[in-house]
């Protein structure tokens, strides 16, 4: 056993004061939440990945030499690393090569990006919103207001969420619009659900008899005393709602019920990578990539948000 | 219990009831017309091609002549193949099924027993491989997967060394299916495998383990009989999605593969402005996962005595 040093203990002086001092400084429950984030290896990578994912998403497409739409027959399906020829952008080179019309994919690839990005954003937004105020709704009324909502909601839950988005993507045009109305129909079961579980159980709780007390109304209630204390999980769900809008995007567009030519999304991408994969698999390769990618960032991130917010869920 | 069936029972026939409502009016909002493109036809033809699939009719008797055909299982004629669609459907539904029963039967036998090693080898290279294997299910895609597949293990093998282990694509044969039930069960299997290692991990932290290792059972025994039993619950409780994710699956995974299950059917009949089709294919395809959500639910409550439904 090692020999305990007599100098690592000083005496502090008898001052009641200091002696009960608190050593550290107090933190918040988001400032303790963000703490334990930046310490999860994983989930500070994932951050870096999606957040390179966004910057090339916005500015490659600026600063590429090429429109995402131009077409140079000259070059068509050339690998990746190609030079061009082309009068007007000779000597660029098609970091992705090109597709069969001879589009740069490079461009094409973080256009796609902005596409996709922004279909999930938006409708992780979407989600957030419907399934907060429902969720919240029901669950602070109660009663027969509670168990209505709850049964509509089942009803649509029960009706298979992609032939909702298939039958809506009949009478709308295929495009990113309706692809944000057709998710956000069905989206915000889950965060409605969660919403009303939460709020269910802190509606008991003193604090809430206490506003109720002193008059204030359920819509104060609702909004100031009980969504906040149910936010670490609402943005747990909204992170991870992300990967599934990016799954739902690349499967439609896939079915040809997404976005449409000359536009592109990851998806349609893909689809069209799939198309002539055999002979050039770099064009299905790199938008699967890309999709996966995001895909797993968000997951590994959204589980390391939940980590952070709540310890105890550790495994 | 009884009075729990009754109450999912009710659900389930309401949310049919909303299905087939929701399903025949969204088709007839849709723009154009399934007799549009004849042109030559004169009108008295016209009129009565209306006549012969109902079409003259307002739209309210339309509705309850299709609830009362569907209850009675009468899908209809299909507008472009002027077949019945149950016709259409039960022998093409019947490739689907197979293909798709045997990516479920793969994602769930290897899921279950990925997850459950994963949390016996806590920590240890096991448990990174199988976590390995769970991310990439739950982050690609399974049309990627496919086409991935279709790639590297039928073309590339192939060229590359010789082996014709795996036909590109096609329907019939053993072989033939191992690459699309892969494909189609892998991300199944990576939400089995998560789910199962967290409960048997939390199965293994129980008291009456620790009962079982003092009376001085073997390992294997304490394994199989004690916790794989108890923590294979949550895995059932995820039936109900799991079959859902598996049917949806299906419609891409057999145009990569070039399956002639039902999936082709479903995307052709929506370009082909096909009502009977679409309506029939939506309704059988909603109606099938309504009812396996019910079975899973109420499976639920035999297979663990421990858990009482409440009504």
């Not at chain 1, 992170?239 to 030519?261: C, D, K, N, R």
């Not at chain 2, 027993?113 to 990174?128: M, Q």
Request: aromatic share 10%; with cysteine.
């Amino acid at each position: 056993m090692q020999a305990i040093e007599k100098k690592r203990f000083t005496h502090i002086g008898e001052s009641a004061h200091e002696r009960e001092a608190i050593s550290s400084y107090s933190l918040t429950y988001m400032q303790d939440a963000m703490r334990r984030l930046m310490r999860n290896k994983v989930a500070v990578v994932c951050m870096f990945v999606i957040l390179i994912l966004a910057l090339f998403s916005i500015f490659a497409p600026i600063f590429s030499p090429f429109d995402y739409r131009e077409q140079h027959y000259a070059h068509t399906n050339s690998a990746m690393g190609t030079v061009d020829t082309v009068e007007g952008t000779v000597g660029a080179i098609h970091y992705f090569g090109t597709d069969k019309l001879g589009r740069d994919l490079f461009t094409r690839i973080w256009m796609g990006g902005r596409v996709s990005l922004t279909i999930a954003i938006v409708c992780a937004i979407i989600d957030l919103i419907i399934g907060v105020i429902y969720g919240g709704v029901s669950g602070y009324f109660g009663g027969t207001t509670d168990i209505v909502m709850m049964r509509i909601l089942e009803i649509i839950n029960g009706i298979p969420y992609l032939i909702i988005v298939i039958l809506l993507m009949m009478i709308m045009p295929p495009g990113m619009l309706t692809i944000i109305v057709a998710y956000s129909l069905v989206g915000w079961i889950p965060m409605a659900r969660l919403v009303r579980g939460q709020v269910v159980a802190l509606k008991r709780q003193e604090f809430v008899v206490a506003a109720e007390a002193l008059g204030a109304s359920p819509v104060r209630i609702i909004a100031r005393h009980l969504l906040p204390n149910t936010l670490s999980v609402v943005i747990v769900r909204t992170t991870l709602s992300i990967p599934a809008v990016i799954f739902t995007e690349a499967y439609l567009s896939y079915l040809g019920l997404g976005i449409q030519l000359p536009m592109c999304s990851w998806g349609s991408l893909a689809q069209a990578g799939i198309e002539n994969f055999r002979l050039y698999p770099y064009q299905l390769i790199i938008p699967a990539i890309c999709i996966s990618l995001t895909m797993l960032a968000f997951n590994l991130f959204g589980d390391g948000l939940r980590d952070a917010f709540d310890p105890r869920l550790r495994r | 219990m009884v009075r729990y069936t009754i109450k999912r029972l009710a659900y389930a026939v309401l949310t049919l009831f909303a299905l087939i409502l929701l399903t025949f009016f969204m088709m007839r909002l849709l723009p154009g017309d399934p007799f549009i493109g004849e042109k030559t036809v004169s009108q008295t033809a016209m009129d009565n091609m209306r006549i012969k699939y109902g079409l003259d009719k307002p739209v309210i008797v339309q509705f309850f002549i299709y609830f009362g055909n569907c209850l009675r299982g009468d899908l209809g004629i299909s507008i472009t193949y002027n077949r019945p669609v149950t016709e259409i459907i039960s022998s093409a539904f019947l490739v689907s099924a197979d293909l798709g029963s045997r990516a479920i039967l793969f994602a769930v036998i290897i899921g279950v027993l990925l997850g459950a090693v994963a949390a016996v080898k806590r920590g240890k290279f096991a448990d990174t491989f199988s976590m390995i294997i769970a991310m990439i299910g739950v982050s690609v895609p399974s049309f990627i997967m496919g086409a991935l597949l279709q790639y590297f293990l039928a073309l590339q093998l192939r060229k590359v060394f010789g082996l014709n282990w795996f036909p590109i694509q096609g329907w019939g044969t053993l072989k033939q299916t191992i690459l699309p039930a892969f494909a189609l069960g892998l991300g199944s299997l990576a939400t089995v495998s998560r789910l199962m290692r967290t409960s048997m991990l939390d199965v293994l932290g129980q008291d009456y383990i620790r009962t079982a290792r003092a009376k001085g059972l073997s390992e294997r025994r304490i394994l199989w009989r004690h916790a794989m039993r108890n923590s294979i619950m949550p895995v059932v409780t995820i039936m109900g999605p799991i079959v859902a994710a598996v049917l949806t699956g299906t419609f891409v995974i057999e145009s990569i593969f070039n399956i002639p299950g039902l999936g082709k059917y479903f995307v052709t009949s929506i370009k082909d402005l096909d009502y009977t089709m679409i309506s029939g294919t939506t309704v059988f395809y909603g109606g099938l996962l309504i009812v396996c959500t019910l079975i899973v639910d109420l499976l639920y409550g035999f297979i663990d005595p421990r858990i009482k439904l409440e009504g």
